[in-house]
């Protein structure tokens, strides 16, 4: 099936520093989400992309629709405690499906 | 936005009772909503899809028998795990999506199942 790698599996960063997370797949995605998981919750939307090339913010969090439509790219600038969590991406397992497979996720941790 | 409701939040059962877990969808509804199950460090894994009105479809490796699920109303999917045991212990999570091919999936915030 359908696979996401996503890396780096975990960062451990300065408060301020800016992040870059990725994630790719050996087959095209028509559409990619960023979720977000606090501890001990369910993940939250963060950023969805349907278009190839697409670039889209939410507030300090950048997330980019590769064109080989094989990747994603999730940046978040000026980092504050709050980011801390996990970052996941997700995708449908077929176009139009609303069945999810997800990255293995990227563990932020920020030091103060 | 769309929300999704799970209860509990969480559960300690003793080995081989059955949990109830309720995904409710409050303000839309939801003819299909997806059962994950996730493990200490781990991803997301889907578990089955729920459909209203009709059986649920379980992803392979998943006992369709020891992970009930039913679907009685569209705001409304019930997971039950039965005759528990600690290898059950987990998050469970599920999510939800109002209409259409381009609306993302909304998530509860799980139940942490202690099988003890």
């Known amino acids: 099936g359908q696979q996401l790698n996503q890396s780096p599996q975990s960062m451990f960063i300065q408060e301020g520093e800016d992040v870059s997370m990725n994630c790719t797949s050996s087959s095209i995605f028509n559409t990619w989400l960023w979720y977000k998981q606090d501890p001990g919750e369910g993940p939250v939307l963060l950023i969805a992309?349907?278009?190839?090339?697409e670039l889209t913010s939410n507030g300090r969090l950048t997330a980019q629709f590769g064109i080989t439509r094989k990747d994603s790219f999730l940046n978040i600038s000026a980092s504050i405690p709050s980011d801390v969590g996990i970052y996941f991406c997700?995708?449908?397992?077929?176009?139009?499906?609303?069945?999810?497979?997800f990255g293995q996720g990227t563990r932020l941790t920020i030091n103060p | 936005g769309a929300v999704v409701s799970q209860h509990p939040s969480w559960v300690i059962c003793k080995s081989g009772t059955s949990v109830k877990i309720e995904c409710r969808s409050l303000d839309f509804q939801a003819t299909t909503m997806f059962w994950y199950r996730q493990f200490p460090k781990q991803s997301l894994m889907l578990m089955a899809t729920s459909n209203e009105g009709s059986k649920a479809t379980y992803e392979q490796g998943v006992e369709k028998d020891k992970f009930l699920i039913n679907h009685a109303s569209l705001t409304l999917s019930t997971l039950t795990v039965t005759s528990a045991h600690p290898e059950d212990s987990s998050f469970y999570i599920c999510?939800?999506?109002?209409?259409?091919?381009?609306?993302?999936?909304?998530f509860g915030n799980g139940t942490r199942l202690t099988v003890t």
């Open positions: 992309l349907y278009k190839a090339g």
């Open positions: 997700a995708g449908p397992v077929a176009q139009g499906a609303q069945k999810l497979v």
């Open positions: 999510s939800a999506s109002s209409t259409g091919p381009n609306s993302p999936l909304h």
